[in-house]
């Protein structure tokens, strides 16, 4: 079906429509030919940015964060979400940076401290790693993936005893929820209907659960949005440093499985 080229509501509720079939790429087209008509249309930058992120091209889905955050830079979706795609390019710094700015925004943000905490262990900071990890306990005793996240740091630090029990504990809480790595990038919005004036859609918080992998863990990002009323990201934007469902295996290095940052996977 041909449609009308230049129309970025008709480009953008097509692309939203392909990214919900898992058709990134025709997805990322039509974003971009959105994007082309109008640049500031935030909902196509940010469904832009999480086609990107599922075709693993996370410098771009990071360009893409980082375009919507000129138009609005105290947004803590985005933030989350460009948080999780640098991570997963191995921006570690500046993707504690992100997780700072969201934690100063909302300084309970479980997610965000989370996935900061992923980061300061990648980056070998892991003072600071236990702290974020700590604080989330302090703001939720029940995350499993927490306890189990400064486990794995205690156990690399040679810290057997408080490893043993943080292993234990989230072992315990797991019979109650399951520790997994769902997206914490948050949604794009969804699709346009205003030819004129699109909208853009926030995108809901992403979780911060996390799933066990090899070795240090990796960031979350959050799902991307949905289509859009025409006119970010926890929660971890929101932990793989995005997350995607399923276990996500890192590199080895100390002997021990730490969990991963991955993006959120809610819509926006």
Do not use: W
């Amino acid at each position: 079906m041909e449609l009308e080229s230049g129309n970025p509501v008709f480009r953008y509720n097509r692309g939203y429509f392909h990214r919900n079939a898992g058709a990134f790429e025709q997805a990322a087209d039509d974003f971009r030919a959105c994007l082309a008509a109008d640049p500031a249309n935030l909902s196509a930058l940010s469904n832009l940015g999480y086609a990107c992120r599922k075709l693993g091209q996370f410098p771009d889905a990071a360009a893409c964060y980082s375009r919507a955050l000129r138009i609005e830079p105290s947004n803590v979706k985005l933030l989350n979400n460009r948080a999780y795609a640098l991570a997963k390019a191995g921006r570690y710094d500046l993707a504690v940076k992100d997780y700072s700015c969201v934690v100063d925004l909302e300084t309970h943000n479980s997610h965000a401290l989370h996935n900061r905490g992923l980061c300061y262990d990648k980056l070998g900071q892991f003072d600071r790693a236990i702290g974020d990890f700590t604080r989330v306990l302090e703001l939720d005793s029940t995350n499993a993936s927490a306890f189990f996240s400064r486990g794995a740091v205690h156990d690399a630090l040679g810290a057997y005893d408080k490893a043993l029990l943080d292993y234990t504990q989230a072992l315990k809480l797991d019979k109650e929820q399951v520790i997994d790595s769902a997206d914490d990038e948050a949604e794009p919005p969804g699709p346009a209907s205003d030819p004129h004036h699109p909208p853009p859609h926030p995108a809901p918080p992403a979780g911060a659960h996390r799933h066990a992998a090899p070795r240090p863990p990796v960031a979350r990002p959050a799902a991307a949005p949905g289509p859009a009323a025409l006119a970010s990201s926890s929660s971890s934007v929101a932990s793989s440093l995005g997350r995607s469902r399923g276990p996500a295996p890192i590199a080895a290095g100390r002997g021990r499985a730490s969990a991963s940052l991955h993006g959120s996977g809610r819509r926006r």
